[in-house]
């Protein structure tokens, strides 16, 4: 008989997690990979029949690899925990697992929620990531900090569930800062091992463009304040992520590192003492 994994990534999610693993509860097995949450995640997580992994961060490309790892069934179902499994995505993707001439792989559709209401534009619906439902061996990820890029192993085309799930991509404005500052971190990383220019104006450039799309040529407007918070977002995290890329490039971050004769001074003081 066909088992279903599902591996759910998660740290700091105690608001979170419980509404995940309770929406795929009728999986075979679920993995929690955590990556040593300091509030209530894991402990969450075990209660309701998760088993926990603790897998230390070191980007998302590497963790979703080993949160696959640990999975140990022949099809795996990847769920975030801001993503809710849907009763039509469930009784879909047991169809699919349970069908040999299923395809290898499956993108699977988004529906986003902010602030009341779905978002119905700014590419937010339908919303696609990687392919979420696969069959055990089949993707593989880059060792990427952050929009992992990964490989289907597969010669056949990937599928596209008919059935949504729902994302709650943030639960308040907190959250939002809290994501542009983490992200525009890890893509400034990512950046760094690329040969692309840097600079303030490249950062201006980029941010503009990434709320100017989603908000006038994806339509986001038309989710009134949600899409232009969810727009003015994507502009703050792009643009901080080029601007940390062009202050870790260029050594402008350190005031020490660019002031030798501070230094030098501090040296002079720390002998007279």
Same mark, same amino acid.
């Given at each position: ?46 209660? /309701? #029949?998760?088993?926990?992994? !603790? *897998? $230390? +961060?070191?980007?998302?490309? &590497?963790?979703?690899?080993? =949160? ?92 596209? /569930? #008919?059935?949504?799930?729902? !994302? *709650? $991509? +943030?639960?308040?404005?907190? &959250?939002?800062?809290?994501? =542009? ?93």
């Amino acid at each position: 008989m066909t088992k279903l994994s599902v591996y759910i990534i998660a740290f700091n999610e105690e608001d979170k997690i419980r509404d995940a693993v309770t929406s795929v509860a009728w999986a075979d097995e679920i993995i929690v990979a955590d990556s040593f949450s300091t509030d209530n995640t894991a402990a969450v997580a075990k209660s /309701l #029949g998760a088993r926990v992994v !603790q *897998i $230390p +961060f070191s980007g998302f490309g &590497e963790l979703r690899n080993r =949160a696959m790892a640990a999975c140990t069934h022949s099809w795996i179902f990847s769920l975030d925990a801001d993503e809710r499994c849907t009763r039509a995505a469930r009784e879909e993707i047991c169809r699919i697992i349970t069908d040999p001439g299923s395809r290898d792989a499956y993108y699977v559709p988004r529906r986003n929620y902010f602030m009341g209401k779905w978002i119905r534009h700014g590419g937010y619906y339908p919303d696609f990531r990687q392919p979420q439902l696969f069959r055990k061996g089949i993707l593989r990820f880059e060792n990427d900090a952050v929009h992992e890029r990964y490989e289907v192993l597969s010669q056949k085309k990937c599928g596209i /569930l #008919g059935s949504f799930i729902y !994302q *709650i $991509p +943030f639960k308040n404005l907190e &959250e939002i800062v809290h994501k =542009a500052n983490r992200y525009s971190t890890l893509g400034a990383e990512k950046l760094c091992g690329s040969q692309k220019k840097s600079g303030m104006w490249t950062a201006v450039f980029h941010g503009f463009w990434a709320a100017f799309s989603l908000y006038i040529l994806k339509l986001g407007f038309l989710d009134g304040w949600a899409g232009f918070i969810i727009a003015f977002a994507n502009f703050e995290g792009t643009f901080y992520k080029y601007a940390k890329f062009h202050l870790k490039k260029n050594k402008l971050a350190s005031f020490l590192d660019n002031c030798p004769e501070v230094r030098e001074k501090d040296g002079q003081d720390a002998g007279s003492q």
